[in-house]
């Protein structure tokens, strides 16, 4: 598993952004948040050894985990990111995101007609609650006190 942010920062645009584990972990290092900044790490996924094989190591790549993908102030950066995400087959991007209606907008490329056609899986983050609180009310009604309810 690898993580690669190649920008840093995000600006809340729905109640789900209440909680955000971004915003609260930028305000504990004194960072703003609302500053959305290209970051060093930027062509991680395509940065190679000496001898011609990629640093970032084939598999999972947790993408954008410190802002939220399609956010608008990146939108200059993306269409590189794409070109990164095409080159590097041998490896599953995985970012979650609020904006998913920007999606569209932002691929300039023909998409696949399947989402599991691709190296890049996404998961609206209304989906991904959806799914959490679903797991969570389950496990409540199952359990009580540490033990399995009859």
């Given at each position: 598993m690898s993580m690669w942010n190649p920008w840093r920062g995000c600006k809340k645009c729905s109640d789900g952004c209440l909680h955000?584990?971004?915003?609260?972990?930028?305000?504990k290092r004194?960072?703003?948040t609302?500053?959305?900044v290209r970051t060093k790490d930027f062509c991680k996924p395509i940065e190679k050894l000496k001898n011609g094989s990629y640093k970032m190591k084939s598999?999972?790549?947790y993408l954008c985990?410190?802002?939220?993908?399609?956010?608008e102030e990146a939108d200059e950066w993306r269409d590189e990111c794409w070109k990164m995400i095409r080159e590097r087959q041998d490896c599953t991007f995985l970012f979650l995101t609020k904006r998913i209606d920007r999606f569209s907008v932002t691929v300039k490329t023909p998409t696949p007609k399947k989402q599991n056609e691709s190296n890049v899986k996404y998961m609206p983050?209304?989906?991904?609650?959806h799914e959490h609180f679903t797991q969570m009310?389950?496990?409540q009604s199952t359990w009580r006190c540490g033990k399995r309810a009859a």
């Open positions: 955000c584990y971004i915003h609260k972990g930028d305000y004194g960072i703003n609302s500053d959305i598999g999972m790549v985990f410190s802002s939220d993908f399609f956010i983050w209304r989906k991904l609650w009310k389950k496990k």
